[in-house]
C-alpha cells in the first residue's frame, strides 16, 4: 500500500463501527423510509389499465388492515369517484393533500365477516370503464374505503385515473435523464470500507438493475454518470482491492492505545466487471452526462471559497470517464446537484466548458403569472454569453423518486406520473411542449416500476419519448421564467461548518503535497482524490458519516506529515569560536519529497547561524544529514530552532511542533589565545618602557671615578693619578621625598622625587 493517507485504511474500520454503512444508498429517503415503517391500513397493489381507455375493464386490488382496537364486523371495500376530472397540476395537489373526495360509488366487495385487531384481508374490484361517467380525456379523483357494517369507515386511500377518453390533446414530448451515482466508496485509492458497492453493482443490486433496465429500454436516455462511480468501480475490478477491517471488538482498547487495524486483501469483483462491460455496451458519448468527480456541492464550495475545487472535480471527473470507458466524453453538459444552480456556479462551470446545464424549475422559476408548465427549454446568461438550459420537471422528478419498494408505493408513484405528464397536455392541448423526468440522483426503484415508466412513455397517447439535444432544440421559454436562484429554505448539500472544515483538510493537503517531490504526481493527485470525495453533495443524506470521514481524512494526513521531520539528536558543544552542527532529516514517505529546512538562533548575539543548502531532496524512505555552520560569540548555553517548509514556504504541517536544538559553546579556542598573546605583549611593552626609562634617566648623571688600586691584601690604596675624595659634609637627616601629581591620571600615582635642592641629590 501507498503511503499517502495510508492511515485512512485503519481509519476506515473506525467509520464502519461507528456508522451504518452507506455504500449503497438506502431505498428512500429518511422521510420516505419511515412512512414505510409504518403500517398502512389500505393498500392498492394493483390497478389495471393504468391509463384505461373507453374500452377498458378497470381492475384494482389490494389488502386491507384493521389497526384500530376493536373487531371490525362485516367490512366491505368500495371504489368512490368524481365524475368531474381535475383541471390542473395544483388542483392534483389538492386532491392529493385531502381537499377533495370523490362522491361517485361503483362497486364494492365483502372482504370478511369479521376482521380482527391487527388483521389484514385481500380484497379485488373490477368494473367496465363504460359504467363509469368518464367521456373526456383527463385526470379523474378515484378513492377506494373501507367500512363496517354500521358504514363507519375504517380505511380509506386515493389514487388517480388518467382516462384516455375523447378530445385527447397534442402529445407531451419527454426527455429521459438516467442517474448512475453512487456516494464515495473509498476514504483513498486503495481501501473499500465495506463491500457495499459489490452489492448494488449485482445483477439484482441498485445500480446494476438501473444499467439493465435502462439498457433493455428502446427509448432514448441520456445517462448521468458520476466519475468517482467509475472510478470505484475499475478499482473494485482489479485483481484485488483492500478493504477495511472489521470493527474492533467493544471491549477493545482505544485507538489511542492501540494500532488500528490493517485492511486485508480480499479478490477484485466479478460484479464489478461484468457491470463496467455491461455499461460500456450501453453507454454512447453523445448520451452522456458526467458530472464533476464525486458529484461535488457546486453552489456550496464556491460560498465556501472552494473554487478551485471544482475546477479539479471538472478535471479529475473527464479524466476518470475517458479511461474507464475507453471514449472521449467532452459534452459540455453540467446537471449540478438537485438541478441547483446560481448565478456563480453558473460562471464557474461555463469557464470550464459547459455550454449546456440542467436546471432545476425551483431554481429558474416559471413567472406567477403564467399559468402553464413552459417548455424545457431556455438560455441563460453567463460571463460566457448566452448558454443553453434544459429544465427539469420538480413535479415529475418527486413523483418518480417515490420509495416504490412494495407495490403500493409502485403503483401510486406511476399513476401520479401519468396524471401529472397527462395534466400538463391538457394546460395548452393544441400546443406541443418537451418536458425533462429527472429522477433523484440516488433513485433506486423497483425495476418493474422504472421499466414500467419508460414503457408508458411510449405507450400512453399523451406522451412521445425525445432523447435530452431534441429537449435542447425545443421552443425557448426564458421568458416565462424568472431570474436563475437558489430557491428561499433550500439546505446546501454541505453546511457552512462542514464546509469550513473541509477547507481545514484542503490547507493541510495543500502543505503536505507542497512537499512532495515533482515527480510525485501520483500521490498529489491521490490526496486531490480524498478530498474531492469529502465534498460529495452526497453526504447530504450522511451528515454524521461525513464528519467522520473528513476527521478520517485529517488525521491521516497529519500523521504522513509527521513522516516526514527532523530527527532530534543530542545537544551541540562548541567548544571553539566556529564549528558546524550535524542535522538529519527523515522521510519515511514511500514517496520522495523535496523540503526547505530553516535554522533560526535564539539569540544571534551569542549564536549564529551562518549559511546552509538548505533545500533538500530526499527519496522514499531516506534520510539526508545538514552541517549547519555556527560562529558563537561568547560563551554559554544557547538554542537553535529548526523547522521544515515546502519549497514554496508553507509548514508541511501547521500543528508540527518545531525541534530545538540545544548548543553549549565551552570555549572559544583560537579567540581566547589571541586575547591571552594581546594581554602578554601590552604587559611586555610596559615592562620594557620602565627600563627604557631608567636607562634613559641615569645617562643624565657623571660617570663615577675608576675604583682605586687595591693592595695586595686587598685593601684599597690611594694611587698618585688618583685625587684625593674631598670629605663630605656631615648630614644630620635624610631629605624628604613627596609624591608628585602627574596629570592626566586619575588620583596622584607616586613617582621619583625631584632632587633636593639642599643637596643636588
Known sequence: MTRPLRMLASAAAVLAAALPAVGAVPAAPPAQAETRATEVPLAIDRLTPSAPDPDSTIRVSGSVTNVTDFEQPQVDVRLRYSAIPLTSRDALQEYLEGSLEPGGLSVSESVSGTLGVNESSDWSLEVPAAELPFTEFGVYPIAIEAVNGAGVRIAYERTLLPFDGANAPDPTSVAWIWPLIDTPQRVDDTTFLDQQLDTSLAPDGRLGQLLAVGDASTIPLTWAIDPALLDDAEAMAAESYQLAAEPPAPDAPSPSAEPAPEPSAVPGSENARAWLEDLRGAVEPESLITTPYADPDVVGLIDGGLEEDINSAVTEGTVAANRVLESVVQNGISWAPDGMLDPDARDVLAARGTDTFVVSDLALPVRSDVGHTPDAAATISSVQGELNAVVTDSGITEAISADTRTATAATQARQLFLAETALISLERPEDSRTVVAAPDRHWNPDPEFAAGLLDATRSASWLQPVSLADAVDGTDSTGLRGELRIPDGAAPALGRQALDEVAAVRTDITNLTG??????????????????????????????????????????????????????????????????????????????????????????????????????????????????????????????????????????????????????????????????VAAVAILVGAVGMRVLRRIRRAGRHEEPPAPAPRADDGSWRPDASTPERPARPAVTSRPVRRPIAVRGTTGAFPRKSAEDPRTGR
Open 515 to 676: 512537499a512532495l517531490s515533482a515527480e510525485e504526481g501520483a500521490a498529489e493527485r491521490a490526496f486531490e482524490r480524498a478530498v474531492l470525495r469529502m465534498e460529495s453533495a452526497s453526504w447530504a443524506t450522511y451528515r454524521d458519516r461525513a464528519a467522520q470521514l473528513r476527521d478520517a481524512v485529517s488525521t491521516a494526513v497529519a500523521a504522513d506529515a509527521a513522516q516526514i521531520r527532523v530527527v532530534p539528536g543530542e545537544p551541540i558543544t562548541l567548544a571553539g569560536q566556529s564549528g558546524t552542527a550535524p542535522v538529519v532529516v527523515a522521510n519515511d514517505l514511500d514517496h520522495a519529497v523535496t523540503v526547505r529546512l530553516t535554522a533560526v538562533s535564539e539569540n544571534p548575539a551569542r549564536l549564529e547561524v551562518g549559511e546552509f543548502e538548505d533545500v533538500l531532496e530526499i527519496g522514499s524512505e531516506g534520510r539526508a544529514t545538514v552541517q549547519i555552520p555556527l560562529r558563537a560569540g561568547i560563551n554559554g548555553p544557547s538554542e537553535i530552532t529548526l523547522q521544515l517548509s515546502g519549497t514554496d514556504g508553507r509548514p508541511i504541517s501547521e500543528g508540527a511542533e518545531a525541534v530545538v536544538m540545544p548548543v553549549a559553546v565551552t570555549g572559544l579556542g583560537s579567540t581566547a589565545m589571541w586575547i591571552t
